[in-house]
């Protein structure tokens, strides 16, 4: 996998690329960045080409003047052209689901076909609520970085005890003993997480009720009812408002990290034969 960083007339992006044939975009949830390879399990990179920016704020492109998943977008198609890619299948996961939203919507040319994966469809956290308030203590970017370091340093340590403390964030399962594949998957994700600036901007975004009503493109949803970090709501709402759209609701052990677990393979191989027809 290559990771560059390049200069367009819409800012500065980083972003990792691998693979061949058909192009990818992946645009990552909070938290992440341009080295996650969790959701690029099962492609074939001999027949994609798989494309993951570091949205705004996150990785090393800057969040500059883009507070908005409509400047996002703006950035992702100047580095489409920079690449010279035509037309992408759109791959938007949980927060980066609104910016994945704006793109399909607003350069319809540009998107062959789009996936929505455990992704927010409208304004996510209420700012009167618990856990949005929490989010602005713990994640801002003064405290990110001793969460995460200190996330780091103990699921070295305690990998179980990491894993057991993180399931619930995600998951509205009991908790059962975890498969040692899992906790490893986990904590490999973990691993490249960093909040930055970017996810106090991802729990601001919005966008405009039209903007999701106007998608044409063929768009698969697919979303855990299980779910505990983006509820399911938020596919219903997507599947509700775009009209060329399939809606899958998985009951999964790991909800919003469905790429996890001895179910994710049947799972992911929906979303691969979704492409690919």
């Given at each position: ?139 801002n970017p003064k405290t ?76 698969l949803i697919i979303h ?22 399939k809606l899958i609701g ?28």
């Amino acid at each position: 996998m290559e990771i560059k960083i390049i200069d367009t007339d819409k800012g500065q992006v980083e972003y990792s690329i691998v693979g061949k044939e058909k192009p990818v975009l992946f645009l990552h949830g909070g938290h992440s960045n341009c080295k996650e390879t969790l959701f690029h399990k099962g492609f074939d990179t001999n027949k994609f080409q798989l494309i993951t920016p570091s949205r705004p704020g996150y990785g090393k492109t800057p969040l500059d003047d883009k507070f908005t998943p409509g400047k996002t977008a703006d950035l992702l198609i100047a580095l489409l052209d920079y690449l010279k890619i035509d037309k992408v299948v759109l791959y938007g996961i949980s927060a980066g689901g609104l910016t994945s939203i704006e793109l399909a919507s607003r350069y319809p040319e540009r998107v062959d076909k789009l996936i929505l994966a455990s992704a927010v469809s409208k304004k996510w956290l209420d700012e009167n609520g618990q856990v949005y308030k929490t989010a602005k203590k713990l994640f801002n970017p003064k405290t990110e970085k001793i969460i995460w370091g200190m996330t780091r340093i103990f699921s070295r340590i305690f990998p179980k005890m990491i894993a057991n403390n993180f399931h619930p964030q995600f998951s509205k399962n009991k908790l059962q003993k975890l498969d040692k594949g899992d906790v490893n998957e986990l904590l490999a994700t973990l691993r490249h997480y960093n909040s930055k600036t970017g996810f106090i901007i991802d729990i601001e975004h919005n966008i405009e009720r039209e903007i999701i009503s106007n998608i044409q493109c063929p768009t698969l949803i697919i979303h855990s009812r299980n779910d505990n970090s983006a509820s399911f709501e938020h596919a219903e709402h997507a599947n509700k408002m775009i009209n060329n759209s399939k809606l899958i609701g998985l009951d999964n052990e790991w909800g919003h990290l469905f790429w996890i677990g001895k179910d994710s393979n049947e799972t992911i191989k929906k979303i691969i034969e979704f492409i690919e027809h």
